[in-house]
């Protein structure tokens, strides 16, 4: 986990959020995340509050409006889900515009609505902050078993590998004036994907190879000690926290 790894998420800045340990970050971000699930879904303005406490955080990392509604956009399927749970649910039905839909069912789609966005919106001001190698390095540092890192860590490095050579079979193919227009070329890319899994499990053997005969024993060593002070520890709560306060006031209220 020594060299840096850049992915499309982060963006690169100076801002008082890029600065803070990557644990520390991870640590706040999944404790706002149980306190929003945590949230009763008839509190409709906690989940504004809660908007309004994300906004202020991308405004203090320097990540535009834009950059983060865009990436928005993986949550695409749970809308669509959600959409179609006031049809499919059961019990009282109301009408809206003519359509018969259900009490249980919009309450549904506006909890997990509500919830993902948020969870998701929390997600990617995390990426957008934190470098691939520091947040391995922040696991690692919150004490997560350290297969489990090291198989994060393979994955995301090969599965910028195994990108590359799917990109450069498909410029081979392109060059010899292969074009997939229709069921009968499947056969083609289907060989390809054969190509692909052997290359990949080739280079895998051959990195692991490498790898004992430098010494791996099954852990991989630290390069970087993350640690973070009490101050950046405060600064990381203070979201969860904030968001906790709103999280009483929306079950006592």
Not at 164 to 183: L, N, T, Y
Not at 219 to 229: G, K, Q
């Amino acid at each position: 986990m020594g060299a840096g790894h850049a992915h499309r998420l982060y963006r690169h800045g100076h801002s008082p959020v890029h600065a803070l340990p990557p644990h520390a970050k991870l640590a706040a971000t999944f404790a706002f995340v149980v306190v929003v699930v945590s949230t009763p879904r008839a509190a409709m303005w906690a989940f504004g509050l809660y908007a309004v406490l994300l906004a202020l955080v991308a405004y203090a990392a320097r990540v535009p409006a834009g950059f983060l509604l865009k990436r928005l956009l993986i949550e695409v399927p749970f809308v669509a889900f959600a959409v179609l749970m006031p049809f499919v649910a059961e019990g009282e039905r109301v009408e809206v515009l003519g359509m018969s839909l259900s009490v249980n069912g919009l309450w549904g789609a506006w909890n997990v609505l509500a919830k993902g966005t948020l969870g998701v919106a929390a997600s990617v001001l995390l990426a957008s902050t934190t470098e691939l190698r520091e947040l391995l390095l922040g696991l690692q540092r919150l004490k997560l078993p350290p297969l489990l890192v090291q198989i994060a860590s393979f994955m995301i490095r090969y599965g910028d590998v195994i990108t590359d050579e799917m990109r450069r079979m498909r410029i081979a193919r392109e060059s010899r004036g292969f074009e997939a227009k229709g069921v009968r070329h499947w056969g083609v890319l289907a060989k390809s994907a054969g190509a692909l899994f052997i290359r990949s499990y080739e280079r895998g053997e051959r990195v692991h190879l490498a790898m004992v005969s430098r010494g791996y024993a099954g852990s991989m060593p630290v390069i970087d000690e993350v640690t973070a002070s009490r101050a950046q520890w405060s600064y990381a709560l203070a979201l969860p926290f904030a968001a906790l306060v709103v999280c009483v006031l929306g079950w006592t209220l």
